[in-house]
């Protein structure tokens, strides 16, 4: 007999080793949340394994010890929402204890594409989530100060992007080859926007996206007018290059406290209709 479903039952804490090896029949399994270890080898070979469903909250599953994971091959996990019914997980919140983020966190949760970094961790380490395919949305991140060098490098999925207006740096190659990405949505400021320190522009997740959406009342607004912050005296190329791609900024307004304007400064606004000084 070669079953095609497995219900653990409750109560059990050990899947020990060789417990599913080779179970090529095995298309989905039922787990409970008393699970704590899961030793090694044991699904092993499980080809077939489509789906997990899991009777714990994120955090157990975060904290059971996975010598062996049914995630390597299972393409889905299945949790039960208030009302008892069981729902695919794409939105993962992290728990805020962890001792390291990075994209081995991913393994053990197929099919998540919306990722939410919680505000205790201040910085993202370099190469964190590099060539993390699985990200479409990233958000959260409220309280980080830095993001490490290619900490998202070549997240070639990642369509929308939030970001915090805590962010003072963001490294080299932080955003490299993120082609796809579509938005940026900004906490803060324009003046806070062109105050944060981009390495290179590699660093810039402006170099992609064709869209960028800043805080205004409490709502998120499409720039399409730059007005230059009073607190410029001279604008030049570096002082614009953050928003570089920004395809809809149809118009610049220059305050009156400008007096040079220098060479280049427009190069990168191809959709540039008007620019007004007052």
């Known amino acids: 007999y070669e079953p095609t479903s497995v219900v653990i039952s409750e109560g059990i804490t050990t899947i020990p080793f060789y417990a599913f090896i080779g179970l090529e029949s095995m298309t989905s399994i039922e787990l409970p949340d ?21 009777h714990g909250t994120v955090e157990q599953w975060f904290a059971i010890q996975k010598d062996s ?18 729902v695919e997980l794409h939105k993962l919140v992290l728990p805020e204890n962890l001792e390291s983020i990075n994209s081995e966190i991913l393994r053990d949760f197929p099919n998540v594409n919306h990722l939410v970094i919680p505000g205790t961790y201040e910085n993202i380490a370099e190469w964190s989530f590099n060539d993390c395919s699985q990200i479409q949305t990233l958000e959260g991140l409220s309280g980080v100060k830095e993001i490490g060098y290619g900490a998202f490098q070549s997240c070639q999925n990642l369509k929308e992007l939030y970001l915090p207006n ?10 490299y080859n993120c ?16 105050n944060i320190e981009f390495e290179y522009s590699t660093a810039n997740p402006q170099q992609y996206a064709d869209h960028f959406y800043y805080l205004e009342d409490g709502e998120y607004v499409e720039l399409t007018n730059l007005v230059i912050p009073n607190t410029y005296t001279t604008i030049d190329y570096d002082a614009l290059c953050n928003f570089v ?8 307004t220059i305050s009156n406290t400008v007096t040079t304007i ?12 008007a620019v007004e000084i007052s």
């Open 34 to 54: 008393s699970i704590t270890i899961i030793e090694g080898c044991a699904f092993d070979d499980c080809v077939n394994l489509e789906s997990i469903y899991y």
């Open 179 to 194: 082609q796809n990405l579509e938005s940026v949505y900004y906490e803060g400021t324009i003046e806070d926007w062109m």
């Open 245 to 252: 791609n920004t395809t809809n900024i149809k118009k610049v």
């Open 166 to 175: 805590t962010i003072s740096k963001m490294c080299g190659q932080s955003f």
């Open 262 to 273: 220098g060479e280049d400064v427009f190069r990168e606004f191809n959709n540039l209709e």
């Open 69 to 86: 994971s049914p995630a390597y091959y299972a393409k889905y996990l299945y949790l039960l929402d208030e009302n008892n019914n069981w």
